[in-house]
């Protein structure tokens, strides 16, 4: 039997982080908004420093977030962050510019890289090239389907990370992408609580939709109306030996985040604790009580894992 895979969360905090511990994760992903993609809380350097303690602690993994497109104006800023962070010793730095390569590689940076650039990442070419240049797991894209992922694990040469639960981001923008969208379709832009960045939505009166929108120093992100959920669907992850299942927990809450980590764990100990018969007895039990917890406005999919890439 293949080993079990990793549970990796994102939480909002160091006490989240604590309280994720406790639930069962193996691997959180923190980091600063100024250097992260879409990261469910902001960890200032001391944060990741006491999220590391305690989290190595528990005799398990940090990985920060150095993933956003890097300009010319912050490069200098990554320079001294990846120092801090070697200092702090986290266990990984997820990337998707070649500028946090460049700038590892002249740093003398010893933290193992995670290539992580969003929806590009689809085949597994391109694993093994990031891998030459250092890299040692891929994070794929979450628009593949699971035939995808599975062909893509059978020739990877890295490790390979799949997101499996939560929110997933169907645009992002660096410039006023609601008021440009707007102004071209010629509509009243119809934003819920504009006042606050993170919770406004987007409403698509034709489909009956809400979709969160956030806005930070790395623009306007517009996220999916359902929650991608494969909690009864894992059976084939397992056997084929996917490394990393990610919960991406960005604007849940805190209770949530914390008991859907709790399933997941329920759900990887049950299949390779007690064998693949045990886990396909609680595996409905596990998405119901998911069910049960799940806001009114996100309901829950497979995202692309069953169905064609198309919004």
């Known amino acids: 039997m293949t080993k079990k895979p990793e549970l990796l969360v994102t939480p909002q905090s160091v006490a989240h982080v604590e309280a994720l511990l406790a639930a069962g994760a193996d691997a959180f992903v923190i980091g600063e908004q100024k250097f992260g993609l879409r990261l469910a809380g902001d960890f200032t350097v001391d944060e990741v420093r006491e999220a590391t303690k305690i989290i190595h602690a528990a005799g398990k993994k940090v990985y920060v977030a150095v993933n956003?497109?890097?300009h010319n104006d912050r490069l200098e800023a990554l320079d001294v962050y990846l120092q801090q962070m070697q200092d702090i010793g986290v266990d990984a730095l997820l990337f998707g510019d070649p500028a946090v390569v460049v700038a590892v590689r002249e740093l003398g940076i010893t933290i193992p890289l995670h290539w992580s650039p969003e929806t590009i990442a689809t085949n597994w070419f391109q694993?093994?090239?990031w891998g030459e240049r250092g890299a040692t797991r891929a994070v794929l894209a979450r628009e593949l389907s699971m035939e995808e992922v599975l062909e893509t694990k059978e020739h990877a040469n890295v490790a390979i990370e799949v997101q499996v639960h939560g929110m997933t981001c169907m645009f992002q923008s660096k410039r006023s992408l609601l008021g440009n969208y707007?102004?071209?379709r010629d509509e009243v832009m119809e934003v819920e609580n504009r006042k606050?960045?993170?919770n406004m939505f987007l409403h698509d009166k034709e489909r009956k939709n809400k979709y969160p929108i956030y806005e930070d120093m790395n623009?306007?992100?517009i996220f999916s109306p359902n929650d991608m959920c494969i909690i009864d669907e894992l059976t084939e992850l397992f056997e084929a030996g996917i490394d990393a299942l990610k919960f991406d927990a960005v604007l849940q809450e805190f209770a949530y985040t914390v008991r859907v980590t709790n399933l997941y764990r329920q759900a990887?100990?049950?299949y390779f604790d007690e064998g693949v018969?045990?886990?396909?007895?609680?595996?409905?039990d596990l998405l119901a009580q998911i069910e049960e917890i799940q806001p009114a406005l996100r309901p829950l999919d497979t995202?692309?894992?069953?169905?064609?890439t198309v919004y």
Do not use: S
Not at 277 to 284: L, M, N, P, S
């Open 68 to 70: 956003v497109l890097f």
């Open 127 to 129: 694993c093994n090239y």
């Open 182 to 184: 707007f102004l071209y």
């Open 196 to 198: 606050d960045n993170r």
């Open 219 to 221: 623009g306007t992100h």
């Open 268 to 270: 990887i100990d049950a």
């Open 277 to 284: 018969d045990a886990y396909e007895e609680i595996k409905d």
């Open 303 to 308: 995202g692309f894992i069953f169905k064609e």
